[in-house]
Each structure stands twice: as structure tokens, then as C-alpha cells.
T-cell receptor, first 115, second 111 residues
Framework: GAVVSQHPSRVICKSGTSVKIECRSL??????MFWYRQFPKQSLMLMAT?????????EQGVEKDKFLINHASLTLSTLTVTSAHPEDSSFYIC???????????FGPGTRLTVT | DAKTTQPPSMDCAEGRAANLPCNHS???????VYWYRQIHSQGPQYIIH???NNETNEMASLIITEDRKSSTLILPHATLRDTAVYYC????????????FGKGTKLTVNP
């Protein structure tokens, strides 16, 4: 149980285009989902916290207009990287908190490469 | 900022116990100690967590010192598949839901 999926697993896009990444909780409902970014040889950095049906809370330094987060249902959150640039190339990972619980379960990550 | 300090790397022989230390000297009374690991190019995997008592599950054991300022994650019989970065995180279970990842310990299990 407690499986989180992400789609796509890898994406390559051209500079200036937008990319959407999906995060799904497959066998549980998640009122809260988290989005992280990880650059090579670095640790995970929390970008934002999204609660179902409300606006996401962004960490300091993360541009909310560039990284659009939608959490429209209890099993799906999406992260859209708008007007992507090469410096946005990174490993994006989501996690989901079980409704009524404290544990976070992580997705397998999405490797974004912007050319 | 992460509230924990871990050695950057450790090596362990396959089949032996791996003991990964973590210092969290500023931990407060209502903060739990969590351990996650991240195998290369994958999402983190939950291992174990505890408040003050030692904990054991099918993956590992967690030993927390009496003053709670440090802890040790024990993998009793390490395998090559246990090679990963191990993160020790302190977290207030009743407050912020955030997991703040430090740099972790890169554990390499050698054949």
C-alpha cells in the first residue's frame, strides 16, 4: 500500500516551453502533497506544499508564477514548469501524506531536461 | 535548515551490520526522528521513525540515546541493495509537516 506514482518519469523539452508533471496517490487519499527539487549531488529541497482544494504554499525563493501547482483531487497534484529554462533542469519528486496520518510517501521522481 | 548532522559517507561489508549515526543535539521534546533513504535516481523511501524508545521493523532498528541528542540507524545484515543515501530528519509530528532534508550519509555496501 501507500504507492505514489509520477508521470512522466523523464521529459526533455525546449527552452521556453511548459511542462506538466503529475503526482498520483494510487491506493490512498492524500489531502496534502509536497513537491521537491533535487539538483545533481545535492539533497532534496522542498518547493511547495499543496492542499487539496486550496492554493499551494511555496517555500521562500520559489517563484509561484513559474511553478504552478494544482491539487484538484485527493489523489492528484500537478506541477507545471512554465517557460522552462536550462537551469530548471532537475529531478522533481513529489510526496503525499496519507489523509489523517503523518507519514509521507514519495514518488519515483521525474527527470526534467531543458535544452 | 536541517537540524541533524551526519557523516557524509560510510562503507560496510555485505552481510555485516551497518550503523549510521546522526546527531540532533537541538531536538525538542515533541520532535520525532525519521530516517529515509534514497537509492540513486529514485524517490526517498521511508525506513523508520521514533520519539524516545528504540524501534525495530522489518527494515532496520533505530536506537535513540536517553538524552535524545543522537541516534543510530542499524541495518542488521547489509546487502548490496542497501547502497543509498540515508537521511536522518527531525520533525514535529504535531506541527509542521515539512521534511527538511540534510545532506545525508552515502552508505556503500561492498561485496
Amino acid at each position: 500500500g501507500a504507492v505514489v506514482s509520477q508521470h512522466p518519469s523523464r521529459v526533455i523539452c525546449k527552452s521556453g516551453t511548459s511542462v506538466k508533471i503529475e503526482c498520483r496517490s494510487l491506493d490512498f487519499q492524500a489531502t496534502t502533497m509536497f513537491w521537491y527539487r533535487q539538483f545533481p549531488k545535492q539533497s532534496l529541497m522542498l518547493m511547495a506544499t499543496s492542499n487539496e482544494g486550496s492554493k499551494a504554499t511555496y517555500e521562500q525563493g520559489v517563484e509561484k508564477d513559474k511553478f504552478l501547482i494544482n491539487h484538484a483531487s485527493l489523489t492528484l497534484s500537478t506541477l507545471t514548469v512554465t517557460s522552462a529554462h536550462p537551469e530548471d533542469s532537475s529531478f522533481y519528486i513529489c510526496s503525499a501524506r496519507v489523509q489523517g496520518g503523518y507519514e509521507q510517501y514519495f514518488g519515483p521522481g521525474t527527470r526534467l531536461t531543458v535544452t | 535548515d536541517a537540524k541533524t548532522t551526519q557523516p557524509p559517507s560510510m562503507d560496510c561489508a555485505e552481510g555485516r551490520a551497518a550503523n549510521l549515526p546522526c546527531n540532533h543535539s537541538t531536538i525538542s521534546g515533541n520532535e520525532y526522528v525519521y530516517w529515509y533513504r534514497q537509492i540513486h535516481s529514485q524517490g526517498p523511501q521511508y525506513i523508520i521513525h521514533g520519539l524516545k524508545n528504540n524501534e525495530t521493523n522489518e527494515m532496520a532498528s533505530l536506537i535513540i540515546t536517553e538524552d535524545r541528542k543522537s541516534s543510530t540507524l542499524i541495518l542488521p545484515h547489509a546487502t548490496l541493495r542497501d547502497t543509498a543515501v540515508y537521511y536522518c530528519i527531525v520533525r514535529d509530528q504535531g506541527g509542521s509537516e515539512k521534511l527538511v532534508f540534510g545532506k545525508g550519509t552515502k552508505l556503500t555496501v561492498n561485496p
